[in-house]
């Protein structure tokens, strides 16, 4: 797989991500900057995530749906979701729409 590969799949994977919405606030988890990374090699999908609090009730739902969401990508044959707690999350994180929609801007 060569470069222009790579950032071909790494841009479906991200637009299909936006597509995966936090279900409380009704905000893409891209918007809400919880990706911290995205791998693919060799039809593995490998993303890095957080959530907005540890004890977030919402943890299988994401991470549920980020699975599913890639899992039906083209070339995916396994994801692997890791979730993280550093950097700790914080709304400096989120895109400008989703500070405007949650009233930050």
């Known amino acids: 797989m060569g470069l222009h590969d790579k950032t071909e799949m790494f841009a479906e994977?991200?637009?299909?991500?936006?597509?995966?919405?936090?279900?409380?606030?009704g905000i893409s988890i891209v918007d809400l900057g919880?990706?911290?990374?995205?791998?693919?090699?060799?039809?593995t999908a490998k993303i890095t995530m957080t959530?907005?609090?540890?004890?977030?009730p919402m943890h299988d739902m994401l991470v549920g749906g980020v699975k599913r969401a890639i899992a039906g990508l083209p070339?995916?044959?396994?994801v692997q979701v890791q979730v993280?707690?550093?950097?700790q999350w914080s709304p400096e994180q989120m895109s400008d729409e989703a500070k405007e929609w949650l009233g930050y801007l």
Not at 34 to 43: M, R
Not at 84 to 87: I, M
Request: charged share 25%.
């Open 13 to 25: 994977i991200m637009a299909t991500l936006k597509e995966v919405y936090d279900p409380e606030l």
């Open 34 to 43: 919880l990706i911290y990374g995205v791998e693919c090699t060799e039809g």
């Open 51 to 56: 959530l907005t609090t540890p004890g977030c």
């Open 84 to 87: 993280v707690w550093e950097p």
């Open 75 to 78: 070339g995916i044959r396994d």
